[in-house]
């Protein structure tokens, strides 16, 4: 009997789009001897849909055309399994859709990479692919993430993170940042990707700009010094905290826009059937042009970020080269990255429907592994007869 495999992408993200490219390539790949597939398509407004149009990209230019061919569905958890069901009940006739066996979310951005959809899936008490909600949550925001690999001993550059309750002292949280790096910097927003809200000042006034664009997209910031002569290194890596390998280097190409890798650089070229190819259609060079040492030091602080930040699946963590200093920096992972990096792992021999199928043994390695662990107590203390006010039992935990 086939395993039922949901595929859960889109959902109410900036990156939205992005994540449909990426889920489309991923499910053409997937094993279909194997896994019976299930897409479920995430609307902008978090509906979920299922249908046979999700498998095909050109559905995707007409989304309301599309949906009236799908079927609005909910995961359930009912009769020890899980199981996909109409949303809209038919008074007569079954609801039922599919059980689901196992999830495999392929969104990004925030709402859904960011550990709220696998905090979901993890109630459903269903196994799903990649990072759990603390790793996906970490790997969301760009302080924290920082803040953890620093008192680690990683490389990264210091920032100053700012809050929209901050907003009206701008001017304030400009002379922070003025005394504290001087010029050029790079203002982000905390909780974002695809360069979304990202831009770089060399003055004041292009600061307190920026400032207020990333605001549009966060109501937390962050300021960094902007690496002026930068190589920009990308390296995947695949495993569990227990073992991970990493990819071969990329290095992506950039063109204008001040040095900042844009959203439409990242995703607009390419073209072909699908008009978009995601991640994979980025202009690169495989293997990065780098010295064997940087080869060899940016793959094993890959790996090594990679497991103490609890990962799993695939993730791709991309370094900074400082080349008038020769320094190397984490700039940010990306738990769930555009076309789940396969063309980094393609050199390495390790085909598409291979790497899908090894993020989806990881998935089950890891439910097996919280089988083990006691969550409840088989007994309920409701049930003793004691009396519990509203007040609890003073003295005790309650
Ligand atoms: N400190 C920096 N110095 C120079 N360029 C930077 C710096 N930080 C980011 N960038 C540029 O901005 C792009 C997007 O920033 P990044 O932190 O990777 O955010 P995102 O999650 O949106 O990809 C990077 O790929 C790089 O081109
Ligand atoms: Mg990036």
């Not at 030091?297 to 890959?302: D, L, P, V």
């Not at 370094?319 to 738990?335: L, P, Q, R, S, V």
Request: aromatic content about 8%; some cysteine.
């Amino acid at each position: 009997m086939k395993i039922n495999l949901a595929v859960l992408f889109g959902g109410k993200s900036v990156e939205h789009e992005v994540s449909v490219i990426s889920a489309v390539q991923a499910m053409t790949s997937i094993n279909k001897e194997k896994y019976n597939i299930i897409p479920v398509y995430m609307t902008k407004q978090n509906e979920f849909w299922t249908g046979e149009k999700l498998f095909d990209i050109n559905s995707y230019k007409n989304i309301p055309e599309m949906l009236k061919e799908c079927t609005a569905c909910v995961f359930v958890r009912s009769e020890g399994k899980v199981q996909l069901i109409r949303q809209k009940m038919k008074k007569f006739g079954s609801n039922h859709i599919s059980d689901v066996d196992i999830a495999f979310p392929i969104v990004h951005g925030t709402n859904v990479e960011d550990g709220a959809l696998q905090g979901y899936l993890q109630t459903l008490d269903i196994p799903y692919v990649g990072c759990d909600v603390l790793a996906s949550a970490v790997g969301m925001d760009k302080f924290v993430m920082k803040i953890l690999l620093k008192d680690a001993g990683f490389p990264v550059l210091d920032c100053c993170r700012f809050s929209s309750f901050e907003i009206d002292k701008i001017e304030e949280c400009a002379d922070k940042v003025e005394k504290k790096f001087g010029y050029p910097v790079i203002v982000k927003p905390i909780n974002l990707g695809s360069s979304v809200g990202i831009s770089k000042a060399n003055d004041r006034d292009s600061l307190i700009k920026s400032m207020e664009n990333a605001f549009d997209f966060s109501d937390r910031i962050l300021v960094e010094p902007a690496v002026v002569n930068l190589k920009e290194i990308n390296c995947s890596v695949v495993g569990d905290s227990e073992s991970a390998e990493a990819s071969v280097c990329e290095e992506p190409i950039q063109a204008s826009n001040e040095g900042i890798l844009s959203y439409t650089q990242k995703y607009g070229g390419g073209g072909g059937k699908t008009g978009a190819k995601g991640m994979a259609s980025l202009t690169r060079k495989i293997p990065a042009e780098i010295t064997p040492e940087q080869d060899e030091f940016i793959r094993k602080t890959a790996v090594e970020a990679f497991r103490y930040l609890g990962c799993n699946g695939v993730t791709r963590i991309d370094f900074m080269i400082d080349m008038n200093t020769d320094k190397i920096y984490i700039n940010e992972i990306n738990t769930i990255p555009g076309s789940l990096a396969f063309y980094l792992w393609q050199p390495k021999g390790l085909k598409y429907p291979e790497l899908l199928e090894k993020l989806i043994q990881l998935s089950l390695k890891r439910y097996r592994m919280g089988e083990k662990i006691n969550y409840s107590f088989d007994t309920n203390i409701l049930a003793s007869g004691g009396s519990f006010g509203a007040k609890g039992s003073k003295g005790s935990k309650m």
